[in-house]
């Protein structure tokens, strides 16, 4: 397949473009990202010398561009991992959030219901949607996880602008007959996550004995899921989902967020202890003298609409598609701290645009 991804140097684009290169070497990537500060270029410097990869920098919110890459490269399938995703950068600054994940959803729609005709029973290419588990809202400790059917309740201007393009998504398969399919995911960790997220502002600031600031009382809880296993549930919605449906993807992991901390304090404790060299690259670090490094922990006022927990129900992906997780969360969760570990150079290039001052999730 010819296939455009949207967002691709982003955390889980990039990812996903990686993977669909390395398990369908027969495609054709067209990855195009705006480069903004979570779009980072070096996430996809693996492909470039793969004949099938090309790499375009631009905007979805322009239509006239994303038209002349449907018609060049015979794009058969899209799949639009580009939004901003941040709930605080929402909460400061919402405008953005409307133009890129509402004005630029709809103007992906529009150039691809101009060059594939869909007009009620066209077949010609697929657009695949990935959206999140926040447009549900928030659920209580004891309440049922989110389905499919469960109403939109948004409480963030994110949330709310991804929200409104999984609506437009749907209306373009309801009115138009655009083949389109929306999945939405819990919360994503592992390789090449931007450092404003809870994983890997907590394992960089561990490294360099920065405090560790959790909103509230961290008990706020989180469906966790790694992100090769959403690569694997996006290609199993594309390939086998039914058109115009929606596909709850999750880990099956629900933890508090004070929880993951001090989870991952704990598989930091272990690399120092286990490798005598990590002490002498990370000399600020507490675990370096063999202080736990939760003694780094700072609890920190909370932010406005904080929702309690998300929880995902994802059984109809498994039975339907066949789908479950392969990773479970300590094993994922070791996977990504060794990671950031072995690419310093990869964190510390995009590290000076963390500005976040506590984790999001």
Same mark, same amino acid.
């Given at each position: 397949? /010819?296939?455009? $991804?949207?967002?691709?140097?982003?955390?889980?684009?990039?990812?996903?473009? /990686?993977?669909?290169?390395?398990?369908?070497?027969?495609?054709?990537?067209?990855?195009? %990202?705006?480069?903004?500060?979570?779009?980072?270029?070096?996430?996809?410097?693996?492909?470039?010398?793969?004949?099938?990869?090309?790499?375009?920098?631009?905007? $979805?919110? *322009?239509?006239?561009?994303?038209?002349?890459?449907?018609?060049?490269?015979?794009?058969?399938?899209?799949?639009?991992?580009?939004?901003?995703?941040?709930?605080?950068?929402?909460? *400061?600054?919402?405008?953005?959030?409307?133009?890129?994940?509402?004005?630029?959803?709809?103007?992906?729609?529009?150039?691809?219901?101009?060059?594939?005709?869909?007009?009620?029973?066209?077949? +010609?290419?697929?657009?695949?949607?990935?959206?999140?588990?926040?447009?549900?809202?928030?659920?209580?400790?004891?309440?049922?996880?989110? &389905?499919?059917?469960?109403? !939109? @309740?948004? /409480?963030?201007? !994110? @949330? @709310?602008? &991804?929200?409104?393009?999984?609506?437009?998504?749907?209306?373009?398969?309801?009115?138009?007959?655009?083949?389109?399919?929306?999945?939405?995911?819990?919360?994503?960790?592992?390789?090449?996550?931007?450092?404003?997220?809870?994983?890997?502002?907590?394992?960089?600031?561990?490294? =360099?004995?920065?405090?560790?600031?959790?909103?509230?009382?961290?008990?706020?809880?989180?469906?966790?899921?790694? +992100?090769?296993?959403?690569?694997?549930?996006?290609?199993?919605?594309?390939?086998?989902?039914?058109?115009?449906?929606?596909?709850?993807?999750?880990?099956?992991?629900?933890?508090?967020?004070?929880?993951?901390?001090?989870?991952?304090? #704990?598989?930091?404790?272990?690399?120092?202890?286990?490798?005598? *060299?990590?002490?002498?690259? !990370?000399?600020?670090?507490?675990?370096?003298?063999?202080?736990?490094?939760?003694?780094?922990?700072?609890?920190?006022? *909370?932010?406005?609409?904080?929702? #309690?927990?998300? @929880?995902?129900?994802?059984? &109809?992906? =498994?039975?339907?598609?066949?789908? #479950?997780?392969? &990773?479970?969360?300590?094993?994922?969760?070791?996977?990504?701290?060794?990671? !950031?570990? %072995?690419?310093? =150079?990869?964190?510390?290039?995009?590290?000076?645009?963390?500005?976040?001052?506590?984790?999001?999730?």
């Amino acid at each position: 397949m /010819n296939v455009l $991804i949207t967002g691709a140097a982003g955390f889980i684009g990039s990812n996903y473009a /990686n993977y669909r290169l390395a398990g369908s070497p027969g495609d054709r990537i067209v990855a195009l %990202d705006l480069l903004t500060y979570a779009g980072n270029r070096a996430n996809l410097q693996s492909l470039d010398n793969d004949p099938g990869f090309v790499f375009i920098e631009g905007s $979805i919110c *322009d239509q006239e561009l994303i038209e002349t890459i449907l018609r060049k490269h015979e794009i058969d399938l899209v799949v639009n991992f580009a939004a901003e995703s941040h709930v605080d950068r929402s909460i *400061d600054g919402p405008d953005a959030f409307i133009e890129t994940n509402i004005v630029g959803t709809h103007a992906l729609l529009r150039a691809c219901r101009s060059v594939w005709g869909a007009d009620g029973s066209s077949t +010609v290419g697929h657009f695949h949607h990935v959206s999140t588990d926040e447009v549900y809202g928030t659920l209580g400790p004891e309440d049922p996880a989110f &389905k499919e059917c469960t109403p !939109y @309740a948004p /409480n963030s201007p !994110y @949330a @709310a602008s &991804k929200a409104a393009s999984d609506h437009l998504v749907r209306s373009y398969n309801r009115t138009y007959g655009l083949r389109v399919t929306t999945s939405n995911c819990s919360n994503n960790y592992g390789p090449y996550q931007f450092p404003e997220k809870l994983i890997p502002l907590c394992i960089l600031n561990v490294l =360099a004995g920065r405090p560790l600031p959790i909103y509230g009382d961290g008990k706020q809880i989180r469906d966790w899921l790694y +992100v090769g296993d959403h690569c694997r549930a996006i290609d199993a919605v594309i390939a086998q989902g039914s058109v115009g449906d929606t596909y709850n993807i999750g880990g099956n992991n629900e933890w508090a967020n004070i929880e993951v901390v001090n989870l991952l304090c #704990t598989l930091l404790d272990s690399r120092f202890q286990n490798d005598t *060299d990590l002490a002498k690259r !990370y000399p600020k670090s507490p675990c370096a003298v063999g202080t736990p490094a939760s003694t780094l922990i700072r609890f920190v006022d *909370d932010r406005p609409g904080h929702d #309690t927990r998300y @929880a995902i129900n994802a059984e &109809k992906i =498994a039975s339907e598609l066949n789908f #479950t997780p392969r &990773k479970n969360f300590e094993s994922g969760l070791g996977m990504t701290v060794d990671w !950031y570990l %072995d690419n310093e =150079a990869w964190w510390k290039g995009v590290q000076g645009m963390n500005n976040t001052p506590a984790a999001k999730n």
